[in-house]
Structure formats: C-alpha cells, structure tokens
C-alpha cells in the first residue's frame, strides 16, 4: 500500500466521521448556546438546566438522524473492505 492510498482512506474515514457526528455534535452546540444565553439573560445557574435539554436534544437526533447515520456507516464500512483487494 502506498502513502497516497493511505491518505486517500484516511482523509475518507475523517469525512465520513465528520459527517456520521455533525447532527449530534450541532444540535448538543447549538442547544448549548440557546441555554447559556437563556441563563445569562435570566441569571439562573442551576447544572442540570444545562445537561437535560442537551441529553433530550441529542437522544431526539439520534432518533430520527440515526438510521441515516448507520446506513452511513455501513456504507462506508462495506467499501472500504470491498476495496481490500484494490490497496495491495
């Protein structure tokens, strides 16, 4: 295997992980940011109004996002292991 099919995987595996994650990781940032400036404006400082919306946020998306994100990766996992041959 030469070095140029090796970044060729590697830079494959970082955007399909990149996109596997995006969903989740947006909606935690994003419901983050909506708390922290719902609690600056309000001066509520309470742990858990930071964790719960987040934790129900992030289980709403996997929900619905998750199918899409499993076919994702078996997609990318069949390729890359049909492609076995192709490297060596």
Do not use: C, H, N
Request: aromatic share 10%; net charge positive; proline share 5%.
């Amino acid at each position: 295997m030469s070095s140029d099919v090796a970044i060729q995987l590697f830079s494959q595996l970082m955007w399909a992980a990149a996109s596997i994650a995006a969903p989740v990781l947006l909606t935690a940032l994003l419901v983050g940011l909506f708390v922290s400036v719902f609690q600056a404006v309000t001066q509520i400082q309470e742990m858990s109004l930071t964790f719960i919306p987040k934790l129900l946020a992030t289980g709403v998306v996997l929900i619905t996002v998750g199918p899409w994100m499993l076919k994702r990766l078996v997609d990318y996992s069949a390729a890359l292991i049909a492609g076995i041959p192709r490297y060596f």
